[in-house]
């Protein structure tokens, strides 16, 4: 199943976009069950998709609270360096973003 979504008159879908790297902490049905993975786009573009429990990224506002959900955020180039020096291996980030003394 893939996401996409338009932001800022730009299309974003997870069918058609590179992944980089992959986070999951917990279990589905947990609060706190996270599931994200960091695409690039053909033009470039970094950005976050995936799904959690009510305490994660991608929990959904509901009349009385949170529930779990999923979604889709474009982030900067340098947000995703930053997920990816947190989640990936070396290699990957090396393969991603410009390192020095690489």
Same mark, same amino acid.
């Given at each position: 199943?893939? /996401?996409?979504?338009?932001? =800022?008159?730009?299309?974003?879908?997870?069918?058609?976009?590179?992944?980089?790297?992959?986070?999951?902490?917990?279990?589905?049905?947990?609060?706190?069950?996270?599931?994200?993975?960091?695409?690039?786009?053909? =033009?470039?573009?970094?950005?976050? %998709? =995936?799904?959690?429990?009510?305490?994660?990224?991608?929990?959904?506002?509901?009349?009385? =609270?949170?529930?779990?959900?999923?979604?889709? /955020?474009? /982030?900067?180039?340098?947000?995703?360096?930053?997920? %990816?020096?947190?989640?990936?291996?070396?290699?990957?980030?090396?393969?991603?973003?410009?390192?020095?003394?690489?």
């Amino acid at each position: 199943m893939g /996401i996409k979504k338009v932001v =800022g008159g730009l299309r974003y879908d997870t069918t058609k976009a590179e992944a980089v790297c992959r986070y999951e902490r917990g279990y589905p049905r947990d609060f706190e069950y996270e599931d994200t993975t960091l695409y690039r786009t053909s =033009g470039g573009r970094f950005f976050l %998709a =995936g799904e959690g429990g009510a305490r994660s990224r991608w929990a959904e506002r509901v009349s009385g =609270g949170l529930q779990g959900g999923e979604g889709l /955020i474009p /982030i900067t180039v340098e947000g995703a360096r930053e997920f %990816a020096e947190q989640h990936a291996d070396a290699e990957t980030v090396e393969r991603f973003f410009a390192v020095e003394g690489a």
